[in-house]
Structures are given as structure tokens and as C-alpha cells.
């Protein structure tokens, strides 16, 4: 089985950055997508952004757009989340997720192949 870990979580004031990355190691599943979700306490899993495996398509729910950017590096089987200008509702449980199609990230019944990391905290104070 293999495995995706995140890194990178923190704790910031509001208005400031963090990168998070994950590492895909060892999945012998599809990663053609792979993104990020988030969950805050007393909330559902929600899909923040995922990239295809050329890099050339991008997705960003409306929450985060002009403020995240997400890449990739298929050399080193990383992807990585850069987010500006935080604000203390982007707090919560970061998960990575790798799926053969990016259906998943804004369609709930297409998670149940989603490979998951084990989320890194992201905590934003006012």
C-alpha cells in the first residue's frame, strides 16, 4: 500500500503564508490527479484544489482562488500547496489525496477511491 505524507502545517497569523507538500511514495494506484482537501471541526471534508498529472489543469474552490496555488513535481512525486494571505477560516486538517480522476474533489459519491494522506494542521489566528 502506499503511502501519501504531508508536511508543512503550522501555525500563522492571519495574512501570512505556509507551503504545505506531500510525498507520494509506494501507490501503485493513479495518481493523474492529486490535490488537497481540508476539514474543519464540525465540517465536512471539502476539495480545495487539484492539479492533472501535466500540470497544464488546475481547479480552486472559490474560497481560496487568488490566494493558493497548487504545483507539482512528477520527478520527485510531490505536489505542493502554497498559501497566501491566510485567513482564520482556512484553518483546519489538510489532506492530501491522489485519485485517477479529479471527479472526487467537488463530487461526494467519487471518494471512495481517493488514496488519503494523513493531513497536516493548519491553524490561522486573527
Known amino acids: 500500500q502506499g503511502q501519501l505524507v504531508e508536511s508543512g502545517g503550522g501555525s500563522v497569523q492571519a495574512g501570512g503564508s505556509l507551503r504545505l507538500s506531500c510525498v507520494v511514495s509506494g501507490y501503485t494506484g493513479s495518481s493523474n490527479c492529486m490535490g488537497w482537501f481540508r476539514q474543519a471541526p464540525g465540517k465536512e471534508r471539502e476539495g480545495v484544489t487539484w492539479i492533472w498529472m501535466g500540470g497544464d489543469n488546475r481547479w480552486y474552490a472559490d474560497s481560496v482562488k487568488g490566494r493558493f496555488t497548487i504545483s507539482r513535481d512528477n520527478g520527485k512525486n510531490t505536489v505542493y500547496l502554497q498559501m497566501n494571505s491566510l485567513k482564520p477560516e482556512d484553518t483546519a486538517m489538510y489532506y492530501c489525496?491522489?485519485?485517477?480522476?479529479?471527479?472526487?474533489?467537488?463530487?461526494?459519491?467519487?471518494?471512495?477511491?481517493?488514496?488519503w494522506g494523513q493531513g497536516t494542521q493548519v491553524t490561522v489566528s486573527s
Open positions: 489525496a491522489a485519485d485517477s480522476s479529479c471527479l472526487g474533489w467537488t463530487v461526494l459519491s467519487f471518494r471512495d477511491k481517493i488514496q
